[in-house]
């Protein structure tokens, strides 16, 4: 099925650790985003990109790193995980400039991290 | 920087009654767009209804419409016919025209129907 696929869908890791969250989208959109979403808050964006080899910082980038090697793909690296790094983590696509792209967003199903 | 501000963290209706939330935002922007998402217990992002800030006439998607004010920079959501199935968390959301067209959201408004 066409959309943005985020994997895993759930990950508990503890203090120090280190992982990558995986989004994939089949859409071939240009821009990605990474968002996470702390328990009964609004979401937050921690990086974006606006085509491969193009990333940039969003509203809270520390602790995070991303890279867009390809269309398809924007993985995002969590190095040395702190408790404060527990949230859902959302990736999402649009198109560059197209009327769907002003209908919105296609998000991922999110993934639900816990650092203990 | 823009900000979104939802100023009811929680409401409630009843079934088959009509509910409004609110929303303000801050921009200095003079192109942009508006959005609801709803997002029920499944964390699922849906999109419910949009407005282009350049349009005077405002959105209406089946029981959802909105009251957008550019003037007052407030956009609230209006669903009439309230059914069991609107209950979820909402999140208004502005996107301007820079930084990569990001969407910032609100902190989100907690709908609760009543049977």
């Known amino acids: 099925n066409a959309g943005v696929t985020q994997t895993p869908k759930f990950r508990i890791l503890k203090i120090g650790q280190s992982m990558t969250l995986q989004c994939t989208q089949d859409m071939n959109h240009n821009y990605m985003y990474w968002y996470r979403q702390d328990p009964g808050m609004g979401l937050k964006l921690i990086y974006y990109s606006v085509g491969a080899g193009i990333t940039d910082k969003g509203e809270v980038p520390n602790g995070y790193n991303v890279s867009r090697s390809t269309t398809e793909d924007f993985p995002l690296r969590l190095e040395l995980a702190a408790p404060s790094q527990t949230s859902v983590y959302f990736c999402?696509?649009?198109?560059?400039?197209?009327?769907?792209?002003?209908?919105?967003?296609?998000f991922g199903s999110g993934t639900r991290l816990t650092v203990v | 920087a823009q900000t979104v501000t939802q100023s009811q963290p929680e409401m409630s209706v009843q079934e088959a009654e009509t509910v409004t939330l609110s929303c303000t935002y801050d921009?200095?922007?003079?192109?942009?767009?508006l959005f609801w998402y709803k997002q029920p217990p499944s964390r699922q992002m849906i999109l419910v209804i949009r407005?282009?800030?350049?349009?005077?006439q405002n959105a209406t998607e089946n029981r959802f419409s909105v009251n957008f004010q550019k003037a007052a920079k407030s956009f609230s959501l209006k669903i009439s016919d309230s059914q069991l199935g609107d209950a979820a968390m909402y999140f208004c959301a502005y996107r301007g025209e820079t930084s990569g067209s990001r969407l910032t959201f609100g902190e989100g408004t907690q709908l609760t129907v009543n049977p």
């Open positions: 999402a696509s649009r198109y560059l400039e197209t009327e769907e792209a002003n209908y919105g967003y296609t």
């Open positions: 921009t200095s922007e003079s192109d942009y767009y």
């Open positions: 407005q282009e800030a350049y349009k005077q």
